[in-house]
């Protein structure tokens, strides 16, 4: 995986409440990502990064936000959960060209 | 805005045939493509990147093919076996996007029978 972790790997939240990932990589990449993945959706880019601190939308950015202090962490911000953002999560890093993926986070939100 | 259609959900295969995929796009030329590869309960793993200007890709029993008039791409897996099973995903990158931003298909689940 490239040195890439994400945690935590599986997580159960409530409506409504705030939720955080993290993705973490060791390999000084400069670009970061963070996807959803949905049955008959496929991947879907939410934020990416592309450097300290600048970080754009992607497809399906709301009720997402993100943030990213160093370059080895990409956090990935839910502010008020809601059922419909139940899925697996997977955070990428890459160069120019190749994206690197993570094991994912599976969200279920009740 | 872009598409990207996968168009088998499922193929089943017997070992030891090719299995061929599908990724056809539409709208604006991508400037390059990508395969990855994702098994079940993983991310997926990048297998091979073919540019716009190139026609045919190999690596090992892989073969991509790109074909920018008919906006497709052809995925091959030669002599084929169990362990190719998986899920496989087409991506572009389209020219002028910022970032090197991908847009994915859905995905092709391939069963390679013994």
């Known amino acids: 995986d490239a040195g890439i972790t994400q945690s935590p790997r599986h997580k159960v939240t409530e409506t409504g409440t705030p939720v955080t990932l993290r993705c973490h990589q060791t390999?000084?990449?400069?670009?970061m990502y963070w996807y959803r993945q949905d049955p008959g959706h496929g991947l879907r880019l939410i934020h990416y990064?592309?450097?300290?601190?600048?970080?754009d939308k992607g497809e399906v950015s709301d009720g997402y936000s993100v943030s990213r202090s160093k370059t080895e962490d990409f956090l990935l911000t839910l502010e008020s959960a809601t059922s419909s953002q139940t899925s697996v999560y997977f955070c990428a890093t890459g160069d120019r060209e190749t994206q690197y993926f993570g094991p994912g986070t599976r969200l279920l939100v009740l | 805005s872009q598409k990207i259609e996968q168009n088998s959900e499922a193929l089943n295969i017997q070992e030891g045939k090719t299995a061929t995929l599908t990724c056809n796009y539409t709208?604006?030329?991508?400037?390059?493509l990508q395969w990855y590869r994702q098994d079940p309960g993983r991310g997926p793993v990048f297998l091979l990147l073919?540019?716009?200007?190139?026609k045919e890709k190999r690596k090992e029993r892989l073969k991509v093919t790109f074909d920018t008039t008919l906006k497709q791409s052809l995925f091959h897996i030669t002599a084929s076996q169990p362990a190719d099973s998986a899920t496989y995903l087409c991506a572009l990158r389209y020219s002028g996007a910022g970032s090197y931003q991908l847009t994915f298909g859905k995905g092709t689940k391939l069963s390679v029978i013994p």
């Open positions: 990064s592309y450097g300290v601190k600048d970080t």
């Open positions: 390999e000084n990449h400069r670009y």
């Open positions: 709208n604006y030329s991508p400037a390059y």
């Open positions: 073919i540019r716009e200007n190139e």
